[in-house]
T-cell receptor, first 109, second 116 residues
Framework: GQNIDQPTEMTATEGAIVQINCTYQ??????LFWYQQHAGEAPTFLSY??LDGLEEKGRFSSFLSRSKGYSYLLLKELQMKDSASYLC??????????WGAGTKLIIKP | GAVVSQHPSRVICKSGTSVKIECRSL??????MFWYRQFPKKSLMLMAT?????????EQGVEKDKFLINHASLTLSTLTVTSAHPEDSSFYIC????????????FGPGTRLTVT
């Protein structure tokens, strides 16, 4: 079956760095997405990786290793507004998005 | 960026009634729209994929006669929850695929449905 694993919850301190990991087992691979979802709101697109390596976008970076079925989202200079759930999603060979359960990130002052 | 609207944002209805939720792509044409359901503290659950002008493709376990989806134009898809029951209470979110790579999904703000 298809499976996306990410930690349920993480806690970090304002101003620090946090890395949220995602491992996947899917039928084929056509890209990995990271989305941010604040409580009670819809997800918003953060990043996309289809080739191995690191994609940097401001304070957020996303890394992919296809051979390991592994990705991480790196958040730097954490701000209180970064408190949210972070969803990892993989697009399989049928171009279907397979969603992880999300990682709830709690930022403490 | 692409904007997707959803209406209503919140709705309360009585058991046995039907509720229609609209999803619109405001500044792009969406040949494909998706309908998700999300329970508290759970991940998104894809209900169906909707292509303009054709019947929606429902995920396993989703009753197509209960959750009617219509995608009549390139900018509008509707989800009708028929004969709603309290267990249908949930957060319903639509999304639409962009027109260029990487074809990420743009999400509407969601509709909170409460069935009493």
């Amino acid at each position: 079956g298809q499976n996306i694993d990410q930690p349920t919850e993480m806690t970090a301190t304002e101003g620090a760095i946090v890395q949220i990991n995602c491992t996947y087992q899917t039928s084929g691979f056509n890209g990995l997405f990271w989305y941010q979802q604040h409580a009670g709101e819809a997800p918003t697109f953060l990043s996309y990786n289809v080739l191995d390596g690191l994609e940097e976008k401001g304070r957020f970076s996303s890394f992919l290793s296809r051979s390991k079925g592994y990705s991480y989202l790196l958040l730097k200079e954490l701000q209180m507004k970064d408190s949210a759930s972070y969803l990892c999603a993989v697009r399989d060979s049928n171009y279907q998005l397979i969603w992880g359960a999300g990682t709830k990130l709690i930022i403490k002052p | 960026g692409a904007v997707v609207s959803q209406h209503p944002s919140r709705v309360i209805c009585k058991s046995g009634t039907s509720v229609k939720i609209e999803c619109r792509s405001l500044d792009f044409q969406a040949t494909t729209m998706f309908w998700y359901r999300q329970f508290p503290k759970k991940s998104l659950m894809l209900m169906a994929t909707s292509n303009e002008g054709s019947k929606a493709t429902y995920e396993q376990g989703v009753e197509k006669d209960k959750f009617l989806i219509n995608h009549a134009s390139l900018t509008l898809s509707t989800l009708t929850v028929t004969s709603a029951h309290p267990e249908d209470s949930s957060f319903y979110i639509c999304s639409a695929t962009g027109t260029s790579d990487p074809l990420e999904q743009y999400f509407g703000p969601g509709t909170r449905l409460t069935v009493t």
